[in-house]
């Protein structure tokens, strides 16, 4: 497995942005398909974007469609999130996952980070 760390979240006012990181160890970071999830009190885990082994291709929640990007360097064993004209629905604790394949499906994700908390003030 590989393992993740989340780092980059912080207090935003609505209309602000972020970028998350994620910075991967201990396997080969290029052989993972590479998402984020983000989970708000009292609510279930949610996709948010995933990438492509090559970051050729990547995927996003209809909600987030438009105002954030994933990324990834995999020279540099990373994985971005960058989240523009965030809005207060966007709190939440935002994870990065490795995956062997598939891409909106949590379950599928064997890794993960250990969060890192993002909060949109009104």
């Known amino acids: 497995q590989v393992q993740l760390v989340e780092s980059g979240g912080g207090l935003v006012q609505a209309g602000g942005s972020l970028r998350l990181s994620c910075a991967a160890s201990g396997r080969t970071f290029s052989n993972y398909v590479m998402g984020w999830f983000r989970q708000a009190p009292g609510k279930e885990r949610e996709f948010v974007a995933a990438?492509?082994?090559?970051?050729?291709?990547?995927y996003y929640a209809d909600s987030v469609k438009g105002r954030f990007t994933i990324s990834r360097d995999n020279a540099k064993n990373t994985v971005y999130l960058q989240m523009n004209s965030l809005k207060p629905d966007d709190t939440a604790k935002y994870y990065c996952?490795?995956?062997?394949?598939?891409?909106?499906?949590?379950?599928?994700?064997?890794?993960w980070g250990q969060g890192t908390q993002v909060i949109v003030s009104s």
């Open positions: 996952a490795s995956s062997n394949g598939a891409y909106s499906d949590y379950r599928a994700y064997g890794s």
């Open positions: 990438i492509s082994r090559s970051g050729a291709i990547a």
